[in-house]
């Protein structure tokens, strides 16, 4: 499975759990086609590191999905982690999630200790090991 898979099964299982807050879970276009694209995408708004899903209802949520098992460029990760500190420096949170679980653990038991969770001070400590890659 690939992330756009896992994002895809994460939102179909949202909509199916709950319909009544269809328009509360949406996705961000933060990926370009071509250098043309990303000129024009960022003249748009677009943002480096704006999380995969975002989640509204009484608190902004950011939402990064990685697939469990998958490397990441640490510079990347350090990128999606800036912007999730920024959500949270003005009142938002900001999760990493591996799987469908992980997100209903979030919203329906707000279980942060999930393993398929992880928290900007979790993923601070695998970036502060010094690799080039993260594994998730």
Known sequence: ?????????????????????????????????????????????????????????????????????TRHSAKHIKQQLEWGKKITENGGIWFIITSVEGLWALLEFENISHPDVFTITEVETLLSKGTKTILF
Request: proline share 1%; hydrophobic share 35%; aromatic share 8%.
């Open 1 to 69: 499975m690939n992330e756009k898979q896992l994002q895809q099964k994460i939102v179909m299982s949202f909509s199916q759990q709950r319909p009544q807050e269809k328009g509360l879970l949406w996705s961000t276009r933060n990926q370009t086609f071509s250098a043309k694209d990303g000129m024009t995408q960022k003249g748009l708004g677009m943002v480096a590191g704006v999380s995969d899903l975002i989640y509204f209802k009484e608190t902004f949520c950011g939402l990064e999905v990685k697939v469990k098992g």
